[in-house]
């Protein structure tokens, strides 16, 4: 059963920075694509950043240059360094993952990649 848990949600004063982890176990496969999406009340879930199994990233341009998606493949944990935060970027953000063959000449999977498994969210508020 695959399952995907984030924390480090909260608040943080605009212009800060939080740190998003999601913890991820039992993916079946080798290659993948991984993703952090997020959602604000009243607003459709939009794709914030991803990351392949070859380590490649893509990321919306709302977010460029301030936010960071990584991995630790040892620890089966993927994270989001979210820096110079905007009161636009309050949301409840969501971890996912899906099977993406991530072959040598593929693109790296995008931000809106259909993902097959999803954590169930944490939530982040910005302060003016």
């Known amino acids: 059963q695959v399952q995907l848990v984030e924390s480090g949600g909260g608040s943080v004063q605009s212009g800060g920075s939080l740190t998003l982890t999601c913890a991820v176990s039992?993916?079946?496969?080798?290659?993948?694509?991984m993703g952090w999406f997020r959602q604000a009340p009243g607003k459709e879930r939009e794709g914030v950043a991803s990351?392949?199994?070859?380590?490649?990233?893509m990321y919306a341009d709302s977010v460029k240059g301030r936010f960071t998606i990584s991995q630790d493949n040892a620890k089966n944990i993927m994270y989001l360094q979210m820096n110079s935060l905007e009161i636009e970027d309050a949301a409840t953000y969501y971890c996912?993952?899906?099977?993406?063959?991530?072959?040598?000449?593929?693109?790296?999977?995008?931000?809106?990649?259909?993902?097959?498994?999803w954590g169930k969210g944490v939530l982040v508020t910005i302060s003016s």
């Open positions: 996912a993952a899906g099977y993406y063959s991530a072959a040598t000449y593929s693109p790296p999977c995008g931000t809106g990649y259909n993902m097959d498994y």
């Open positions: 039992g993916y079946p496969y080798s290659t993948y694509c």
């Open positions: 990351i392949d199994s070859r380590a490649r990233t």
